[in-house]
């Protein structure tokens, strides 16, 4: 079992940046493939980017890809979302995701492929 908590989310203006972070209970933070997704009203949860469990393998949205980065540290069992260069269509709730896997480079860029879910935080870009 893994339990996932979101922070450092907030209201920022455009162009601005934000750090989030995905903290993991466990002792087996380092066997799961992370994920980070998000929701923004009225529409359906969007996926973000994600990461493979050594972190050596990244794949991001086209629509973040250049502002965003994934990262990890697995001896703090935390996963992170370094924003960059917000936008107003960014605002959303940002939630992780983790999914166990025996392939340490294998990343899951699908909904459906995560077993844990945080409940998320909110970014919130002004213009």
């Known amino acids: 079992q893994v339990q996932l908590v979101e922070s450092g989310g907030g209201l920022v203006q455009a162009g601005g940046s934000l750090r989030l972070s995905c903290a993991a209970s466990?002792?087996?933070?380092?066997?799961?493939?992370m994920g980070w997704f998000r929701q923004a009203p009225g529409s359906e949860r969007e996926f973000v980017g994600c990461?493979?469990?050594?972190?050596?393998?990244?794949y991001y949205s086209e629509s973040v890809k250049g502002r965003f980065t994934i990262s990890r540290d697995n001896a703090k069992n935390t996963m992170y979302l370094q924003m960059n260069s917000l936008k107003v269509e960014d605002t959303a709730v940002y939630l992780c995701?983790?999914?166990?896997?025996?392939?340490?480079?294998?990343?899951?860029?699908?909904?459906?492929?995560?077993?844990?879910w945080g409940q998320g935080t909110q970014v919130t870009v002004s213009s």
């Open positions: 466990g002792r087996t933070f380092s066997s799961h493939a």
């Open positions: 995701a983790a999914v166990w896997t025996s392939f340490s480079e294998r990343y899951y860029n699908t909904e459906r492929a995560y077993t844990y």
């Open positions: 990461i493979s469990r050594s972190g050596g393998s990244t």
